[in-house]
């Protein structure tokens, strides 16, 4: 292990201030942190790739035991152990993302080929995150990590790279999370893998109060995330209006402590007082949504039936 355990000291191997530390004490407390807080970025909820505590921790065995097995093996110098150690850990994760996941992972290649290779875009990093966006826009600390989707539903089914990337940025008009980009493209070309939890299966959760398993209530975060993403009709008249046998499934947010009734007021497009003055009464009925919205009830109707349709194929990774 020349050039990094042949001095205990890894005088060569890190940096001046980890110099007397046995490669024990690098990967049992500060490899070990830096493994974590890389998964827990990659991993955490809204983002793809939703991991449950069991998956977390082989991942982390599996980052840590690469680690091991490149410090026995390099002859390279490390010049910062905590960027090495990252560096591993997210190659871990891409692995694992790549096996669960490939027709998204064949989107994400298309994308990100084209946006090291055509020198009008870009792809950088902003304290640890991926983004994308214009060449022109490197050094813009402002990221944009939902994709309005109204925006560019036009291109649904058009493969051209170049198309996606440029009515994205457009609306945008700031770098945006890659791992965003990603999902847009995928659900655009239809690339997406097996199918998962639903919606539904959110909604028998809001009649047991009692709800506490981890599993359920990062689906609902995940869920969550999604209902942001669709445009305020649709919100309204999915939120106003999601029930169970027991009532309104819209407690679900609030009581797992995921969304306040003010996040959701802001979500269906009203003021705190006037959503808090009709929750006693949710679910409300679709004529009475349509009077709030200025549309006919066929119209709320319909926006939810396509609301929930986005809903289950975005769930599906």
């Known amino acids: 292990m020349t050039g990094i355990a042949s001095s205990i000291e890894f005088e060569h191997a890190v940096n001046p201030g980890v110099r007397g530390e046995t490669l024990e004490h690098l990967l049992g407390e500060r490899a070990d942190r830096t493994i974590r807080r890389v998964i827990a970025q990659r991993f955490r909820p809204g ?10 921790e082989d991942l982390r065995s599996s980052a840590m035991l690469r680690v091991w097995q490149r410090l ?7 010049l910062n152990f905590e960027n090495y150690v990252a560096t591993v850990t997210l190659h871990a994760c891409d692995d694992l993302v790549r096996e669960r996941l490939p027709r998204r992972t064949a989107a994400k290649n298309r994308l990100c080929y084209v946006l090291l290779h055509d020198a009008r875009y870009a792809q950088w990093t902003i304290d640890g ?3 994308c966006g214009l060449a022109s826009w490197r050094g813009v600390r402002s990221v944009a990590r939902m994709i309005e989707t109204d925006g560019v539903r036009h291109l649904a089914g058009d493969r051209d790279v170049r198309r996606l990337l440029t009515a994205i940025f457009f609306a945008s008009q ?11 493209a995928a659900e655009l070309w239809e690339m997406i893998d097996k199918p998962a939890v639903v919606l539904d299966d959110a909604q028998h959760l809001a009649a047991v109060p009692e ?4 599993d359920d209530r990062q689906f609902v975060e995940r869920l969550w995330q999604e209902i942001r ?5 649709q919100r309204a008249a999915l939120l106003l209006n999601l029930r169970d046998e027991s009532g309104s499934a819209t407690e679900l947010f609030p009581l797992l402590g995921i969304a306040a009734v003010s996040e959701i007021a802001e979500m269906v497009g009203m003021s705190h007082d006037a959503l808090r003055a ?7 009925e679709d004529q009475r949504i349509a009077a709030m919205l200025d549309m006919t009830r066929q119209q709320v109707i319909n926006l939810r039936k396509s609301a929930r349709e986005r809903l289950r194929r975005r769930m599906r990774y």
């Not at 993403?229 to 009709?233: M, V």
């Not at 009709?278 to 409300?284: A, C, F, G, V």
């Open 47 to 56: 983002r793809i790739g939703f991991l449950r505590d069991d998956e977390r």
């Open 72 to 78: 026995r093996s390099s002859d390279e110098s490390i």
């Open 129 to 131: 995150e991926t983004v």
């Open 174 to 184: 700031r770098p945006v999370e890659l791992e965003a980009v990603v999902n847009a």
């Open 211 to 214: 709800t506490t398993r981890v």
């Open 229 to 233: 993403l669709l445009n305020p009709s």
């Open 278 to 284: 009709i929750w006693p009464e949710l679910p409300i």
